[in-house]
């Protein structure tokens, strides 16, 4: 799988990234400053240009790795999809319903993939947490808990132009940090069915949100709440904004059993011995052998789209494509109406809308 990256800034880790996956290889980097695309092709080892129109007509081209700012998104994804290529976009897929569904929409037209990449899945102990709920250990879900915290200054709002600070342009908190929780809680409980939330901004001077809390449905009757802000100061090692770390944490519980993951920690209660929590399941104790849910995720996106790739038929468990592309855009899009009618949404009347 011949990849170009498109995004020389958090682009430049993603180039590693396809180095590390074992069926990729990366063949090009594009960016708008034809200095830092020469710079960071010399280090990843690649081609470099500023031309996305001759990227996307190379042949050798298989998947173009869109990790430009969210507003460029559907353009680039659309081009490449008309181009033939298949498409990883880095999260969150579109700034609206209605972007997502071209992006979509093309990517099938051409028989391409659109994959959204949501790095929490291919997290060791997020995996650990999705495989102990999907092997049935605890039981039905009856309800989860999803957080995303972390403190931003005013500095990171007021930077690049400002599109951090517009809901518009991919800002705010729901669209910007906590599409991380949303997607999570969609790989732990499957689809919405609809959602109540309250948002408001408090700590900062921009026009989006940067606390939102809510309580949401699926429509396998389970039960959860969701919480994402960038006015949490913590003493969490710092990521590449400063200000303190990001708690990344999700708990859920069933009738069997409960699970907690936060960063690299896992908690894994179920009715059985609790010692047996840490040894593999088999398919007399869950009714699902461990062939059916792989005891590893693959290393990173670039590899989950090799495989499937290579293997039209295999079944992954962490790869975000096709539909599922839309699903974490429906249920943003459900968080802020309902934030702003001061009512319960259904994800069927975002869809409808």
């Known amino acids: ?92 897929t579109a700034v ?12 099938e037209r051409a028989g391409v993939r659109l994959v959204v990449e949501f790095d929490t899945r ?36 007021d930077s690049d132009g400002g599109w951090r600070a517009r809901a518009e342009s991919g800002g705010g908190c729901v669209l910007n940090q906590g599409v991380h929780a949303v997607d999570h809680l969609l790989w732990y409980q499957g689809e919405v069915e609809g959602v109540f939330a309250l948002s408001g901004t408090f700590a900062h001077q921009i026009p989006a949100e940067d606390a939102a809390s809510a309580v949401l449905r699926f429509r396998n009757g389970s039960l959860a709440t969701f919480t994402a802000t960038t006015t949490f100061r913590s003493d969490l090692p710092a990521g590449r904004y400063g200000g303190g770390g990001t708690l990344k944490r999700a708990q859920v519980h069933g009738g069997d059993g409960s699970a907690t993951v936060s960063g690299a920690e896992v908690d894994i209660v179920t009715a059985a011995d609790a010692a047996a929590v840490i040894a593999a399941v088999t398919a007399t104790e869950s009714g699902v052998s461990a062939v059916d849910v792989p005891e590893r995720p693959p290393i990173n996106v670039f590899d989950d789209l090799a495989q499937t790739l290579a293997d039209p038929a295999r079944r992954s468990h962490t790869l975000v494509s096709g539909q599922d592309a839309l699903q974490s855009v429906y249920v943003c899009a459900a968080l802020r109406q309902s934030a702003a009618s001061r009512r319960y949404v259904t994800i069927d009347e975002v869809r409808a809308g």
């Open 122 to 157: 291919y997290l060791a102990g997020a995996y650990q947490v999705y495989r102990a709920i999907a092997q049935g250990r605890l039981g039905s879900l009856i309800q989860g808990d999803y957080v995303n915290k972390t403190y931003r200054d005013q500095s990171y709002y």
């Open 1 to 92: 799988m011949r990849v170009a990256i498109v995004g020389t800034a958090f682009g430049e880790s993603r180039c590693r990234m396809v180095s590390e996956a074992p069926g990729a290889t990366l063949v090009a980097v594009c960016g708008r400053d034809a200095g830092r695309a020469a710079e960071v092709a010399a280090r990843q080892g690649c081609q470099a240009t500023t031309d996305l129109a001759a990227l996307l007509a190379r042949p050798d081209v298989d998947v173009v790795g869109v990790y430009s700012g969210t507003e460029a998104h559907t353009a680039i994804a659309v081009a490449a999809a008309r181009a033939g290529k298949h498409v990883i976009v880095s999260k969150p």
């Open 96 to 107: 609206s319903v209605a972007d997502g569904r071209e992006m979509l929409s093309t990517a």
